[in-house]
């Protein structure tokens, strides 16, 4: 039996009434089949947030036989588009998030309707008697009579209810309204803080204090707060806050500025629902720059009030030392700004360095220093004993840091990277774990372990859905954009690949990496026209000697131009920098060339090298044919890939 008070959902002149699969406008009627009706239910009921097209096949279609989904969801949207009366290219109520899904942009009221009053002829047939006063309810009138006390009883209540509305008793209708018209806040980004001083060389503490409020605020077990790394993409737009929210797919942004003066700082932060634009918190802090810590304490605990939320542990204060504490943010700042040959890394590197000379016992900046070190092992650059000497260096920071804090999320991170490099995968997963235990927003553990598991272990669905986390917590990273993409491409998944791919290139089309994932994909699939056409951008984006050479090579070969292939590398490889780089592209090249004993040379030099792609690579679908021969099985065991 459908319940007597609906809730229906209104926006702009329809009235949706779930209940009764009943679509209104200005009281008259708008026909819509039953499964459009269900899709717009969907949306409507959750307005500005992303529904993906994979929500609407569970939803929708899930437990249906469905011959071709997209088809049958691009008619769904026709139809309800048709009974809107709104076009795909300007919309009024429904927004197509191309390659992801839909987002209901409308505002919407959530309505508890009472049912409508009875005709006089039918509350005179269901009335019932009224026995005389004092005297109860006759043995005669038994279950029947007090059933219809109840009913009455309850009708009066509601009558009193609607009254009390519709007249505002005591502000009732206004604070009905807000608990009804107020989405719960599950989400939230911290919005760039703005530098007001104008000085380049004070944006490394304004961006600070940005990663230091996204930390803290991420240590709220029930709310998913976005990376910052996607939250920086958005620096300088000028789009407004509901747009921004739609983007990283949160409920409401925190958003403020900084001005530094010598002594002094002023910090002005701001609390905004999303949907509504409304604030629901603000402050102001002008105090002593040695106060900078505490101010920052102060505003995400002010946050989690204002949000009626337990800040766990609350912030952790990681050094009393201000010059350590700016020294830190120097080098973040620094780190984020990495460049392929490393130079920023070096920079940051220094700066974290100075951060824990000044306060030995600064864990954070000691996860730093693991962090950077791990990355220049990764570029490649100098000589095997300058490599090394970085692992071990990042092995001891990551250890000090666990030393000085076993709850530090982001020394987990780093250990876990460093049992990698030793090829100790069991430990390296029980780091990654333990990161993520620690703080679930640790977008970076998440995609490292996803990584781990997909390709290395071959666990594919666990490291995909691992991967899929890290990009709802960091949805404007390039490289968990790319690296999803990738993920899809040893699994196999050659169409959603290309298309990953070009999504990560619409994040940032100045990284070439996405377009040669896009390049294989198609490569893969047999077209091989598409596959050089992409290649070829890659390669002019990266200029002569870069990796992209290798892939359009590989490319060329698979398109039977293996005369072009020959030349192209020719012409460019040998201009590649870097000894270990130099392998990882021979190795392509005779992979697709199909020689098998000089692409086995190759493998045999990265492994030599300790090159830290060599595990990550073995599962790439180009080296498929190469996996039945003995070498290939020796080499996984030495890398303890066996299971």
């Given at each position: 039996?459908r319940?007597e008070?609906?809730?229906r959902?209104?926006?702009?002149?329809?009235?949706?009434d779930?209940?009764?699969?009943?679509l209104?406008?200005g009281g008259?009627?708008?026909?819509l089949?039953?499964q459009?009706?269900?899709?717009l239910t969907?949306?409507?009921?959750?307005?500005g947030q992303?529904?993906?097209?994979e929500?609407l096949?569970?939803?929708?279609w899930?437990?249906?036989?469905?011959?071709?989904?997209?088809?049958?969801?691009?008619?769904?949207?026709?139809?309800?588009r048709t009974?809107l009366?709104?076009?795909a290219?300007?919309?009024?109520?429904?927004e197509?998030v191309?390659?992801?899904?839909y987002?209901?942009?409308?505002?919407?009221d959530l309505?508890?309707?009472?049912?409508p009053k009875l005709p006089?002829?039918?509350e005179?047939?269901?009335?019932?008697?009224?026995p005389?006063s004092?005297?109860?309810p006759s043995?005669?009138g038994?279950?029947?009579?007090?059933?219809?006390?109840?009913?009455?009883?309850?009708?009066?209540?509601m009558a009193?209810l609607?009254?009390?509305v519709?007249?505002?008793?005591?502000?009732?209708?206004d604070?009905?309204r807000?608990w009804?018209?107020?989405?719960?806040?599950?989400?939230?980004?911290?919005l760039?803080?703005?530098?007001l001083?104008?000085d380049?060389?004070?944006?490394?503490?304004?961006?600070?204090i940005?990663?230091?409020?996204?930390t803290?605020?991420?240590?709220?077990?029930?709310?998913r707060?976005?990376?910052r790394?996607s939250?920086m993409?958005l620096?300088g737009?000028h789009?407004t806050?509901p747009?921004?929210?739609?983007?990283?797919?949160a409920d409401?942004?925190?958003e403020g500025?900084?001005l530094?003066?010598g002594n002094?700082?002023?910090?002005?932060?701001?609390?905004v629902q999303a949907?509504?634009?409304?604030?629901?918190?603000?402050?102001?802090?002008e105090r002593d720059?040695?106060?900078?810590l505490?101010?920052?304490?102060e505003v995400?605990?002010?946050?989690?009030?204002?949000?009626?939320?337990?800040?766990?542990?609350?912030?952790?204060r990681?050094?009393?030392?201000?010059?350590?504490y700016q020294?830190y943010l120097r080098g973040?700042y620094?780190?984020e700004?990495?460049?392929?040959?490393?130079?920023?890394?070096?920079?940051a590197?220094q700066?974290?360095?100075k951060a824990t000379?000044k306060?030995?016992?600064?864990?954070?900046?000691?996860?730093?220093?693991?962090?950077?070190?791990l990355?220049?092992d990764f570029?490649?650059n100098g000589?095997i004993?300058?490599r090394?000497?970085?692992y071990?260096?990042?092995?001891?920071?990551?250890?000090?840091?666990?030393?000085l804090d076993?709850?530090?999320?982001e020394?987990?991170?780093?250990l876990?990277?460093?049992?990698?490099?030793e090829?100790?995968?069991?430990?390296?997963?029980?780091?990654?774990r333990?990161?993520i235990?620690?703080?679930?927003?640790?977008?970076?553990a998440?995609?490292g372990l996803?990584i781990?598991?997909l390709?290395v272990?071959?666990r594919s669905?666990d490291g995909?859905?691992e991967?899929r986390k890290a990009?709802a917590?960091?949805?404007?990273?390039?490289i968990?954009?790319?690296?999803?993409?990738?993920?899809?491409l040893?699994?196999?998944?050659y169409?959603?690949?290309?298309?990953q791919?070009?999504?990560a290139?619409?994040?940032?089309p100045?990284q070439?990496t996405?377009?040669?994932?896009a390049?294989?994909a198609?490569?893969?699939?047999?077209?091989?026209?598409?596959?050089?056409?992409?290649?070829q951008e890659?390669?002019?984006r990266?200029g002569?000697?870069h990796f992209?050479?290798?892939?359009?090579?590989c490319a060329?070969?698979?398109?039977n131009?293996r005369d072009?292939a020959?030349?192209?590398?020719?012409?460019?490889?040998e201009?590649?920098?870097g000894r270990g780089?130099?392998?990882?592209?021979?190795l392509?090249?005779?992979?697709?060339l199909g020689?098998k004993?000089?692409a086995?040379?190759?493998l045999?030099k990265?492994?030599a090298?300790?090159?830290?792609?060599?595990?990550?690579?073995l599962?790439y679908?180009e080296l498929?044919w190469?996996?039945?021969?003995?070498r290939f099985?020796?080499l996984?065991?030495?890398l303890n890939?066996t299971r």
């Amino acid at each position: 039996m459908r319940d007597e008070n609906v809730q229906r959902l209104r926006f702009a002149a329809f009235e949706l009434d779930p209940a009764n699969e009943l679509l209104q406008k200005g009281g008259v009627v708008v026909k819509l089949p039953p499964q459009p009706f269900k899709v717009l239910t969907l949306f409507a009921g959750r307005p500005g947030q992303l529904v993906t097209r994979e929500e609407l096949y569970r939803a929708i279609w899930g437990n249906e036989t469905v011959v071709d989904f997209e088809r049958g969801l691009n008619t769904c949207m026709r139809q309800i588009r048709t009974a809107l009366g709104e076009e795909a290219g300007n919309p009024q109520y429904i927004e197509t998030v191309p390659r992801l899904g839909y987002r209901f942009i409308a505002p919407v009221d959530l309505t508890a309707v009472a049912p409508p009053k009875l005709p006089l002829e039918v509350e005179n047939a269901v009335r019932p008697e009224i026995p005389s006063s004092g005297s109860a309810p006759s043995v005669a009138g038994g279950k029947q009579g007090l059933r219809r006390w109840r009913w009455w009883a309850a009708l009066a209540l509601m009558a009193l209810l609607v009254t009390s509305v519709a007249m505002n008793v005591s502000g009732l209708r206004d604070r009905l309204r807000g608990w009804i018209g107020a989405p719960r806040i599950q989400s939230l980004a911290v919005l760039p803080i703005e530098n007001l001083s104008r000085d380049p060389e004070q944006e490394y503490f304004a961006d600070g204090i940005t990663e230091a409020l996204t930390t803290d605020l991420g240590k709220i077990g029930t709310l998913r707060v976005i990376s910052r790394t996607s939250a920086m993409a958005l620096k300088g737009t000028h789009k407004t806050v509901p747009q921004i929210a739609r983007e990283l797919n949160a409920d409401a942004v925190v958003e403020g500025a900084v001005l530094l003066s010598g002594n002094r700082v002023r910090i002005t932060v701001q609390l905004v629902q999303a949907a509504t634009d409304r604030h629901l918190w603000a402050e102001t802090y002008e105090r002593d720059l040695r106060d900078v810590l505490a101010i920052q304490d102060e505003v995400a605990g002010s946050i989690a009030n204002a949000l009626r939320l337990e800040l766990g542990a609350g912030p952790r204060r990681y050094t009393d030392d201000l010059e350590a504490y700016q020294l830190y943010l120097r080098g973040r700042y620094a780190l984020e700004r990495r460049t392929p040959l490393g130079g920023s890394m070096v920079n940051a590197l220094q700066y974290f360095e100075k951060a824990t000379a000044k306060d030995s016992k600064y864990a954070l900046a000691y996860a730093g220093a693991a962090d950077t070190l791990l990355a220049i092992d990764f570029q490649m650059n100098g000589t095997i004993t300058s490599r090394l000497q970085a692992y071990q260096r990042a092995k001891a920071a990551a250890e000090k840091a666990l030393e000085l804090d076993a709850t530090l999320s982001e020394a987990h991170t780093a250990l876990a990277g460093v049992r990698e490099r030793e090829y100790a995968w069991q430990e390296a997963e029980r780091s990654f774990r333990r990161a993520i235990e620690l703080d679930r927003n640790n977008a970076a553990a998440h995609l490292g372990l996803g990584i781990e598991l997909l390709f290395v272990q071959s666990r594919s669905e666990d490291g995909l859905s691992e991967i899929r986390k890290a990009l709802a917590l960091d949805p404007l990273s390039f490289i968990t954009n790319e690296q999803f993409a990738v993920a899809l491409l040893v699994m196999g998944r050659y169409q959603e690949a290309a298309e990953q791919a070009r999504k990560a290139t619409a994040v940032d089309p100045t990284q070439v990496t996405a377009y040669m994932t896009a390049g294989r994909a198609l490569s893969l699939q047999g077209r091989h026209a598409e596959a050089v056409a992409v290649l070829q951008e890659a390669d002019r984006r990266s200029g002569v000697g870069h990796f992209p050479n290798t892939w359009l090579a590989c490319a060329y070969i698979h398109a039977n131009q293996r005369d072009e292939a020959i030349r192209l590398l020719q012409k460019n490889l040998e201009a590649a920098a870097g000894r270990g780089a130099q392998n990882r592209k021979w190795l392509v090249f005779y992979a697709c060339l199909g020689d098998k004993d000089r692409a086995f040379d190759y493998l045999e030099k990265m492994y030599a090298e300790r090159d830290p792609v060599l595990p990550f690579w073995l599962p790439y679908p180009e080296l498929t044919w190469m996996r039945s021969d003995s070498r290939f099985v020796a080499l996984r065991q030495e890398l303890n890939l066996t299971r």
